[in-house]
């Protein structure tokens, strides 16, 4: 049976100062000439989005819509709402929507109009020991959230919902918090409430084309939107369009990396004794029960979604017809859970459109390529219970340039231009992201879609070496270097993706990858964690070169650049040629956006092999490789806001990186070359053009493990050469391979920071421990400066803990001080020559009002809660390891552990 106006919504709407116009019987909506910021797309994104504007003060703001508020993919949406993720930036998002719903804020707003919001709870179910840990995972982070939930029992779980089966459960996650919430009450109360702030909506208004024009710069910016009802001139645009999102970006020249898919639920008929009981999510089986009064919703992900290539225009309300063979995998799971399922008759079946992305996160920011042109789009069938938190950063994002949480995993600019646009890696990349929504995420989680799209020269001679490669930005770089009893003989290339045998595809067989990943999936210590310990202890004790060549690579050169850096570094750049000097940039809130190296450049060198020819001062950058593209436009959109006279060229990819770090690195590279590698002659945190086996490379005295070493930055038509020169000595001093996995192990063990885990876009620098890099005892402005000078304290500080107990600890654990949660860690990791699991985490003072003080840090008993475990904590104010930086010195002999 099936039925458009399906049970369980409602379509209550609001008339008061909503414009609409499509047939002739309507008059023709009178729009505004001009307007500060236009919203396109009447969803429950785009009306977030415009109620958030409306909240910060923006009054000159409009929503334009193509035919009725929800009526593009919101109105089919099953509306449910959990708390609890993964990931505590998720977290707080989710938690911005309940709030909203919840507490009637939104309701109140918008003069009583109800948002639907219905608290029935939430139950996850495991059917084994690993979804069980994570879902501990997950109640842990959640202590730090405040956010109540408790492990069941099979039993337990048995007594809250006896409709269950659970004979094949191993234990359940209920959160009594969560719950759902009615897509088009929610949709109206947030256009309610903006259009009461002063915004206008107008419905059945078409956008048919977005106005683009250069400045004085050449710089291309959003100069207005064209309507079938005339032009508006404005200097904002936020695609909040869904599935049609990537029909108004080519509008703009704007790629935006999204696929459109079938996406259904059911709907049954009467159950008894489902009423008023917790929403379900059989992640194992991947299917959902939404409890609906005494109905159910039953719906999941599949293995083979069906793709809607031919996006329609005019399918406002509509839905598809639902293919069963499809869907069959959703229905039998949902019945081995509930059996009385397969005896209740189908009231309806929902099958709408949905917009999917390469990793299943949003599309959020201001796009690269056209200045005023944001996207907030790609909700991958999660927009209800993402709309409050993502409408509110949105609108941070567009009035205060930047948002006030860390929004990289959402930002379009994590995303490389070069695989973006590519259609086979989006096809790839949204189907596995489609068909694992459900999977147990684990910390080393690596994709099998979308890979080799970027591959340095030492691809294929690491691969010989038996390299198992990790996706970063599109690069495949080293992750570790599998022993050849693990892969017997069989390569440990990623092959061509067979989406999981889905539509005709074979799936790939006698797959060493594959079988080398499963064997990582783990919440304990994986496989390879021995490995991972031979190469770094054999950087400790010896020698080892790891590729590092996916770190972005740029040129900050003209008159300006001094002026330029200045002010994006928090580090003081005014330095002679020949300096790296390691900075950070930070936001217009004093966060910090990444950090880098800046090293200071002479125009003398004649040859143009290792830089562009540009008279003055000028700056060669290396960025980590997760963060290239972000901070490439990062530092492009401060030079364009500052008019800075100054060039910013992108040479990722034409240099190779290889850092050879370890007390036998000055041996083995001083044999290749005649510079001298000598502290006196070539001092830590210097630079200098240097041959290396008769090839000229870009030498850096610099380490990210703690260790004497140099980066050797090559062109690319000289990598593997340098690279065979380097392991031919190497040998005779027990040089190895080492992937990231050992660096990550080596840099925390140090104490360095990593961006985006450590270090992000909501710390700022001080309270990281990174005061020594920011410039404030001298009167050189720099973005960010005024909020470091007006902290009142500091709030929070990031602090290092080690465990004695023999514990796998992976990030989001939870600090306890004294018996009261101060925390959690953003990264951890095993440190092999402390022999001790590691943490980076910030600590609070219960008390919010007073400062995080070292008296206070250190005066405190600390616990480390995994999994619902406790475990004795020591807290180091200093790098556990070599404190006193002897050993970047050369200085082994009198170094500490």
């Known amino acids: 049976m099936f039925s458009l106006s399906f049970k369980g919504f409602s379509r209550n709407r609001f008339v008061a100062n909503v414009c609409r116009a499509s047939t002739s019987s309507r008059p023709r909506p009178r729009v505004p000439a001009s307007a500060s910021v236009v919203v396109v797309g009447g969803g429950a994104i785009g009306t977030s989005t415009l109620y958030h504007l409306t909240k910060l003060g923006v009054r000159d703001v409009i929503l334009l819509e193509r035919n009725e508020l929800t009526s593009g993919t919101t109105h089919h949406s099953a509306g449910l709402h959990w708390r609890l993720r993964p990931n505590d930036v998720d977290v707080q998002l989710l938690a911005r929507t309940r709030e909203l719903v919840a507490t009637g804020e939104l309701e109140r707003e918008s003069g009583g109009l109800s948002t639907g919001w219905i608290q029935s709870g939430g139950l996850f179910i495991a059917s084994n020991n690993e979804r069980l840990n994570e879902y501990k995972r997950l109640m842990t982070l959640g202590k730090h959230f405040g956010i109540e939930s408790y492990v069941l029992s099979p039993t337990e779980t048995d007594d809250l919902y006896p409709l269950l089966k659970t004979s094949d459960v191993c234990g359940t996650l209920f959160s009594p918090g969560d719950g759902s919430i009615d897509p088009s009450s929610l949709t109206n109360s947030l256009a309610r409430a903006a259009v009461r702030k002063g915004a206008k909506v107008f419905e059945h208004c078409p956008v048919t084309g977005v106005n683009v024009g250069e400045d004085d710069l050449g710089i291309k910016r959003v100069t207005g939107i064209k309507t079938e009802f005339g032009d508006i001139s404005t200097p904002c645009v936020v695609n909040c369009c869904g599935v049609w999102a990537s029909k108004l970006g080519a509008m703009a020249g704007v790629a935006v990396p999204l696929l459109a898919m079938h996406h259904a639920y059911v709907v049954t008929q009467k159950i008894d004794g489902v009423k008023g009981k917790p929403n379900v999510r059989d992640h194992d089986a991947s299917v959902y029960l939404r409890v609906q009064g005494e109905a159910l919703f039953v719906g999941g992900y599949e293995n083979s979604p069906k793709f809607w290539d031919n996006v329609q225009d ?36 929902v099958c709408g459109p949905e917009s999917f992305t390469a990793d299943h996160k949003p599309l959020m920011g201001e796009s690269p390529e056209v200045r005023g042109f944001y996207l907030n789009c790609g909700y991958n069938s999660a927009g209800i219970m993402n709309s409050g938190g993502c409408g509110e950063q949105m609108a941070e994002w567009i009035v205060h340039g930047t948002p006030s949480l860390d929004m990289f995993g959402y930002d379009i600019r994590r995303f490389h231009s070069s695989v973006k646009k590519d259609r086979t890696w989006l096809k790839e990349t949204s189907h596995e992201a489609y068909a694992k929504n459900y999977s147990v995420v684990f910390p080393k989680d690596q994709p099998l879609a979308g890979r080799r799209m970027r591959k340095d020269p030492f691809y294929e001679i690491l691969l010989d070496a038996g390299c198992v490669y990790q996706e970063k930005h599109g690069w495949e770089r080293p992750g570790w270097f599998a022993d050849p009893s693990l892969t017997k003989g069989r390569s440990t ?11 005709g595809n074979d799936s790939n067989d006698d797959y060493a990858y594959r079988d080398l990943l499963e064997k990582d999936y783990t919440f304990d210590f994986p496989l390879c964690h021995d490995q991972i310990g031979r190469e770094s202890l054999a950087c400790r004790e010896r020698a080892a070169v790891f590729n590092m060549s996916s770190f972005g690579k740029f040129f900050l050169i003209g008159p300006d650049a001094e002026r330029a850096a200045d002010w994006l570094c928090t580090n003081n750049v005014r330095k002679s040629p020949g300096s790296s000097i390691y900075t950070c940039m930070l936001n217009e809130r004093g966060g910090v956006e990444s950090d880098l190296v800046y090293h200071v450049l002479s125009s003398s060198l004649s040859s143009d092999e290792l830089q562009p020819q540009f008279e003055g001062k000028g700056f060669y950058i290396t960025s980590p490789g997760i963060s290239g593209e972000h901070d490439y436009n990062h530092i492009k959109r401060v030079i364009e806001e500052c008019q800075y006279d100054c060039k910013l060229l992108d040479y990722s990819d034409k240099f190779g990186v290889l850092s050879v770090q370890g ?69 005779k001093y027990g040089i190895v391979n080492a992937g990231y996995r050992a660096l990550d192990s080596l840099s925390i063990e140090k104490g360095y920071r990593h961006w985006h885990e450590d270090l992000r876009s909501d710390d700022n620098p001080l309270e990281a421990g990174l005061g020594f890099v920011c410039k404030l005892k001298t009167d050189i402005p720099f973005l960010g400066r005024e909020v470091l000078e007006n902290l009142n304290g500091l709030r929070k500080r990031l602090c290092c803990f080690t465990l004695d107990d023999h514990v796998a600890l992976h990030g989001l654990e939870v600090i306890w001080r004294n018996g009261v949660c101060v925390g959690y860690l953003r990264r951890s990791d095993y440190a092999y020559y402390l022999e001790k699991s590691v943490g980076f985490g910030y600590v609070r003072n219960p008390e919010s009002s007073e400062a995080v003080s070292n008296e206070f840090l250190s005066s405190g008993q600390y616990q480390i809660e995994s999994m619902g475990n406790l475990h004795p904590a020591t807290i180091h104010l200093k790098a556990p390891f070599d404190a006193a930086n002897k050993r970047i010195k050369g200085k082994y002999d009198s170094a500490a552990r």
């Open 314 to 349: 005019d399918f406002a309300f509509s839905l598809f017809d639902l293919d069963w063979n499809v869907f069959e995998q959703n229905i039998n799971g949902a019945i081995n859970r509930l059996p009385t399922i397969g005896k209740t008759p189908v009231q309806s079946t």
């Open 493 to 503: 290339e990623v092959k061509p993706y067979d989406y999981y045998g889905s539509y």
């Open 663 to 731: 007390p036998k690195s000055i041996d083995i590279l001083q044999q290749l070359t005649s510079t001298s590698l000598l502290n006196a002659d070539f001092p830590f945190g210097s630079h200098q053009p240097i041959f290396v086996a008769g090839h000229l490379v870009r030498a850096v005295r610099l380490t990210f493990v703690g260790e004497l070493g140099w980066e050797l930055h090559v062109p690319f038509s000289s990598c593997v050469s340098v690279y065979e020169a380097i392991m031919k000595v190497g040998n």
